[in-house]
T-cell receptor, first 116, second 114 residues
Framework: AQSVTQLGSHVSVSEGALVLLRCNYSSSVPPYLFWYVQYPNQGLQLLLKYTTGATLVKGINGFEAEFKKSETSFHLTKPSAHMSDAAEYFCAVSHAGGTSYGKLTFGQGTILTVHP | DSGVTQTPKHLITATGQRVTLRCSPRSGDLSVYWYQQSLDQGLQFLIQYYNGEERAKGNILERFSAQQFPDLHSELNLSSLELGDSALYFC?????????????FGEGSWLTVV
């Protein structure tokens, strides 16, 4: 079975500081990994995804994530936080095969607060 | 705008009642997913359809059912509602439902059971 663990339900940073949101996954087969963002009272929006190929993935709004198979991690980073980045972030995994084909399994989410 | 449309956006109903949530996927997407988001359970996968056929089932209660119609829109039916069913229900869609495909989410339907 696949699962996702997001370390830290709340992360607080100052505007301009580095953003680091941690995600570890568990999957018995090569995973497909995603980061989604949810702004208040809105749906989930895809930030970036890893399927195959380059392990450093760049997404929207200056975010990027690196797939590290040896560490089973897919941490999300942004060099300089902006006030508009305040939202909840979800890491998710999917994989091919079996009854889980195509579905996303989400982590519990990390709420990012950005202070002026 | 993801292109996934959900109605209604908000719904308040009493315990024991039945409601239907409706979803129109993005144009051209064949696969539809339903997720439930609540404070205690987080984002939980309920069910997936592909081109009218059920493809995968998750933590969907027997009181809940769904279907995807020939025009590819989908409905989630929730019956014998309980207070604990209060949640945000998301519909999402993707092209062929494959594991690397981007899944696009609607803005959700807020269900409050009183």
């Amino acid at each position: 079975a696949q699962s996702v663990t997001q370390l830290g339900s709340h992360v607080s940073v100052s505007e301009g500081a580095l953003v680091l949101l941690r995600c570890n996954y568990s999957s018995s087969v090569p995973p497909y990994l995603f980061w989604y963002v949810q702004y208040p009272n809105q749906g989930l929006q895809l930030l970036l995804k890893y399927t195959t190929g380059a392990t450093l993935v760049k997404g929207i709004n200056g975010f990027e994530a690196e797939f590290k198979k040896s560490e089973t991690s897919f941490h999300l980073t942004k060099p300089s936080a902006h006030m508009s980045d305040a939202a909840e972030y979800f890491c998710a995994v999917s994989h091919a095969g079996g009854t889980s084909y195509g579905k996303l399994t989400f982590g519990q989410g990390t709420i990012l607060t950005v202070h002026p | 705008d993801s292109g996934v449309t959900q109605t209604p956006k908000h719904l308040i109903t009493a315990t024991g009642q039945r409601v239907t949530l409706r979803c129109s996927p993005r144009s051209g997407d064949l696969s539809v997913y339903w997720y439930q988001q609540s404070l205690d359970q987080g984002l939980q996968f309920l069910i997936q359809y592909y081109n009218g056929e059920e493809r995968a089932k998750g933590n969907i209660l027997e009181r809940f059912s769904a279907q995807q119609f020939p025009d590819l829109h989908s409905e989630l039916n929730l019956s014998s509602l309980e207070l604990g069913d209060s949640a945000l229900y998301f519909c999402a869609s993707s092209g062929d439902g494959g594991p690397g495909n981007t899944i696009y989410f609607g803005e959700g339907s807020w269900l409050t059971v009183v």
